[in-house]
């Protein structure tokens, strides 16, 4: 038989050519360190990328939920920490529909910001004489503040059609320039007080307001990084939701929809290894049994690497994994059932007092950063908030203990006490550079972004990131990392 001429052949050799080469096979394990916001949202987005056939192992010695936790106080449980969750979080939106979940009722409730002496800014029940007081008492600062922050956060929520498409980014800083250029860059280098002060907001409101904003999320003062000022500002002035049954609902919703081995025991080290010409990566871990080590394709760390890590080891890894420089901010939420000495705060009868949060300003006799009266995680058709002269839970945040002098100075008197020391944020004033993403090649780190700006769907943002980063690295698609003019790739796409 003639062989076929080449005007058959040729075609036939270039649609060889151009078929796409066989799909790699997804990790057979993966390995996901810490099962709190940033755990269990990168499980459920890892799954979503690779399918339901990746084992995923979630290790956790504390309990699911990590700072997302409630204390009980008269069979109710509270927000302990992660109280609220600001309207434009998407990734929080969407885990609460997949979860079938529900916002909680809002229990409307004044704020007033107290500098130790006298409360230099109070809100009313009317929007207008609130706009009023702002405007007699700061000129147009809060109009500047405002637009700031929506000139930053619009840019930001570009980050949803990025990942919408499947882009990622392999590095904090990568991600921060596709959102906002060098611009975002430097908003991670320099102080929020020096940021709006160059926009024209004034040095009172700086100290009166802006300062009160950052003592009540962060539990730091205005030198705190402009972009973590921004992300904290988004916050106190945008209309904010919660989960009803607590927040920490969405870590074991995602965990249960994933399917995925929450293994109760501490990770102490990873070392790596090879096997047939790949990466695989031994989990070292301890539990109540004793300790463990299994073996897996791709790990993620979700839980922060502290600086010197000597619970945590890095092993074989050549060049080393280094020591993140850094600090963590440490941070005490007590929450207290009792009567609210509102004397202390200029109200002699109780009765009158208006307040069911109080800020607080950057004055060195004060030893509370906030405290609001709160309600529970699941609210009633029927409730109300207490009066002020009734017994109410009240959670304030400080950055130490409180003893019992400072308890009596804020309480009448109390029932219960309920008291949580945690290592809350980083320190912000401590480093200006920002930890990796990739450690190895399929080993990702995710609390990082903490140090860009720590709130709940930053952490969900990054967890998305990291989770698109994983697969696109896996299956070698360098077009959907580190991309440039994103903008313009993403439209032209729709």
Request: glycine letters at 6%; hydrophobic letters at 45%.
């Amino acid at each position: 038989m003639a062989p076929p001429p080449a005007a058959l052949l040729l075609p036939a050799l270039a649609a060889l050519l151009a078929a796409p080469a066989a799909a790699r096979a997804p990790p057979r394990s993966i390995a996901v360190v810490g099962a709190g916001l940033g755990g269990s949202a990168v499980a459920y987005f890892l799954q979503q990328h690779f399918g339901p056939q990746v084992q995923l192992d979630v290790y956790e010695p504390a309990g699911v939920g990590g700072r997302l936790a409630t204390v009980t106080v008269n069979k109710q449980q509270y927000e302990s920490r992660g109280a609220s969750i600001h309207a434009l979080s998407l990734h929080m939106q969407d885990f609460v529909k997949i979860l079938g979940l529900k916002h909680r009722r809002e229990v409307a409730g004044k704020s007033a910001i107290f500098s130790g002496e006298h409360f230099v800014l109070e809100e009313t029940d009317w929007y207008l004489l609130n706009l009023f007081r702002l405007w007699w008492h700061y000129g147009i600062s809060f109009l500047r503040l405002q637009m700031w922050v929506e000139e930053v956060m619009e840019k930001f929520m570009r980050i949803y059609k990025y990942q919408a498409h499947g882009y990622a980014f392999s590095s904090l800083e990568e991600l921060l320039r596709s959102l906002g250029g060098d611009a975002f860059i430097n908003m991670t280098q320099r102080s929020v007080a020096e940021s709006l002060l160059e926009v024209g907001v004034t040095q009172r409101f700086v100290d009166d307001v802006i300062a009160a904003v950052l003592r009540s999320s962060y539990g730091q003062s205005v030198l705190v990084p402009a972009f973590a000022g921004a992300m904290s500002l988004a916050g106190a002035q945008g209309s904010t939701w919660a989960v009803e049954g607590g927040n920490k609902l969405v870590c074991s919703g995602l965990l249960k929809l994933t399917k995925a081995n929450v293994i109760p025991a501490r990770v102490t080290g990873i070392s790596l290894h090879s096997s047939e010409g790949r990466s695989l990566y031994q989990v070292h871990y301890e539990g109540s049994e004793g300790q463990g080590s299994a073996f897996y394709d791709m790990v993620v760390v979700t839980t922060p690497l502290r600086p010197s890590r000597s619970n945590f080891t890095f092993e074989n890894f050549e060049p080393p994994i280094a020591d993140f420089p850094g600090a963590f901010q440490p941070s005490v939420t007590s929450v207290v059932h009792g009567y609210l000495n509102s004397s202390y705060f200029g109200f002699p009868d109780p009765k009158l007092f208006p307040f069911a949060s109080i800020l607080t300003t950057d004055t060195p006799d004060l030893f509370f950063n906030a405290m609001d009266n709160i309600c529970p995680v699941n609210i009633s058709a029927a409730f109300r908030r207490k009066q002020p002269q009734e017994a109410a839970v009240w959670r304030v945040l400080s950055q130490q203990p409180l003893d019992k002098q400072q308890l009596k100075t804020l309480f009448r008197s109390y029932y219960s006490v309920q008291v949580t020391e945690w290592q809350a944020y980083p320190r912000y004033d401590a480093t200006k550079s920002l930890p990796p993403i990739v450690l190895h090649e399929n080993l990702f780190y995710l609390s990082g972004v903490e140090w860009v700006a720590s709130s709940m769907e930053m952490i969900a943002v990054a967890a998305k990131n990291v989770a698109l980063l994983a697969y696109n690295r896996w299956h070698q698609d360098l077009e959907k990392i580190d991309q440039k003019d994103l903008m313009h790739k993403v439209k032209t796409e729709l």
